[in-house]
């Protein structure tokens, strides 16, 4: 019996381009999505034409944006205001649907915006004249802003307390960038709702000599920088002055029944608030 001839390539192709072009779509919607930075507003970090990849998947577990992470973000409302439409041919428009429809370029459609986040749910955040940027009261050691710039930039904040659900962005290019300061006068006083979060930026992966990976800065490791921290300390005091009562208290114990040894049989013992016999 003659096995079946295989399949010409030709034949093939089309069955292999629907599956790359699905397993793309799924990566673009649940993994990663590919996004251009169009501004200057996060340099030199990020510089105009850039391509970032954004890591989609932590948020699908729950995690919520972190204080120095560069988050993309849908306009949380009037952010951006109404953005001229670029006219392209009818085979370039159609051509760059499909690739955004699997995450290879941004969507024409899609408002979103990047920036760095500097406080979460619960923080106060605030920066008066020069500066520095203050998170509940500590002041960051802001390295990464575009060589120039103050912290503040020409916008004093604060002190602001940001709700929890919410974070507060700023670019790294104070001075061009229309963050999270000059919308205060919006519904969240500025902040962006964590639900509005696409994902985290991780990788600059075009072009490929500014190829990167974005980490958080050491500044937003400083101890003490979370808003819980000063109510934590009692607690721990608490804890630290209560262990040495509880030894005491043991060895206290331990030398009393040294002292009158076991109980003899045929007498009652307690145990667990139940009266039974030993022996």
Not at 49 to 65: A, I, M, Y
Not at 120 to 128: A, N, P, S, W
Not at 149 to 157: A, M, N, Q, R
Request: charged share 25%; aromatic share 6%.
């Amino acid at each position: 019996m003659r096995g079946k001839k295989p399949r010409s390539f030709w034949k093939e192709l089309p069955i292999l381009i629907g599956i790359a072009l699905l397993l793309a779509l799924l990566i673009k919607t649940f993994l990663l999505q590919a996004f251009s930075i169009p501004s200057d507003s996060m340099q030199n970090t990020l510089q105009r034409g850039d391509r970032v990849l954004v890591d989609k998947l932590t948020p699908w577990f729950g995690s919520e944006p972190e204080r120095g992470e560069v988050v993309v973000f849908h306009d949380p409302g009037r952010w951006l205001g109404e953005m001229p439409e670029t006219e392209s041919g009818p085979v370039a428009s159609a051509v760059r649907n499909v690739l955004s429809a699997i995450g290879l370029m941004p969507s024409a459609e899609e408002k979103d915006l990047i920036k760095r986040v500097i406080g979460v749910g619960g923080d106060t955040v605030e920066c008066k004249k020069t500066g520095p940027v203050e998170v509940n009261g500590r002041a960051l050691d802001e390295d990464y802003l575009y060589p120039g710039d103050t912290p503040c930039g020409d916008k004093e904040f604060g002190p602001v307390k940001i709700p929890e659900g919410r974070i507060w962005v700023m670019g790294d290019h104070r001075q061009n960038s229309l963050d999270s300061r000059y919308h205060q006068d919006l519904p969240g006083n500025g902040t962006v709702p964590v639900d509005e979060v696409v994902g985290r930026a991780v990788v600059v992966a075009w072009p490929l000599d500014r190829w990167s990976t974005l980490p958080v800065p050491d500044t937003f490791d400083q101890r003490g920088l979370n808003a819980v921290a000063a109510g934590a300390a009692p607690a721990a005091l608490g804890l630290a002055g209560a262990v040495p009562l509880v030894l005491w208290r043991r060895r206290r114990l331990l030398a009393r029944d040294a002292a009158t040894g076991p109980a003899p049989l045929g007498v009652s013992v307690t145990v667990t608030g139940k009266t039974e016999r030993d022996g």
